[in-house]
């Protein structure tokens, strides 16, 4: 099983950045994860729609064949950690790739949403793209914590 973190936009941010790269590296120690990124949609004179339409055109293009696909959106399904570390477990016994799907400034196409396999929601709230990656990094980390009962997650 691989994860695949595929978003729109690059993270710009050195701090985030960074921290991206260190849950990357943590989760690494059980599971390969790899990030995809695809080009923000630019056009002055392109509707939000449109410029949603034209990154789900590319993250399609780069999406791994046959992966489960999970599209983050505040509509999709929520979770605490320990429910989202079950859901993790059943992806690896089940050995097949996952891709997350984080779409740009105006979030994933409804098209897109509506293709994927899995809705998840980080949370009600709305975050900038790199943000949500960060927030999803972490929660990978942690889900595999749980799963190796280490002593990172500290909630109930």
């Not at 939000?48 to 999406?63: D, I, N, P, T, Y």
């Not at 097949?96 to 979030?107: H, R, S």
Request: some cysteine; hydrophobic content about 40%; overall charge positive.
């Amino acid at each position: 099983m691989k994860l695949f973190v595929v978003a729109v936009g690059r993270v710009k941010n050195d701090g985030v950045r960074s921290l991206c790269d260190e849950y990357k590296g943590r989760i690494q120690r059980l599971l390969k994860i790899e990030e995809l990124e695809v080009a923000e949609t630019k056009g002055k004179k392109l509707t939000a729609s449109q410029v949603m339409a034209g990154e789900a055109v590319s993250l399609r293009k780069v999406l791994p064949a046959g992966a489960t696909t999970v599209a983050l959106t505040r509509t999709g399904n929520a979770y605490d950690s320990k429910k989202f570390a079950d859901l993790v477990d059943r992806w690896m016994v089940n050995a097949k790739d996952v891709a997350f799907l984080i779409g740009g400034a105006n979030g994933l196409d409804p098209q897109l949403v509506r293709e994927s396999d899995f809705g998840l929601s980080l949370s009600s709230l709305t975050f900038p793209h790199e943000i949500a990656r960060l927030v999803l990094m972490e929660q990978i980390y942690r889900a595999t914590s749980i799963l190796r009962g280490e002593p990172y997650h500290k909630g109930e």
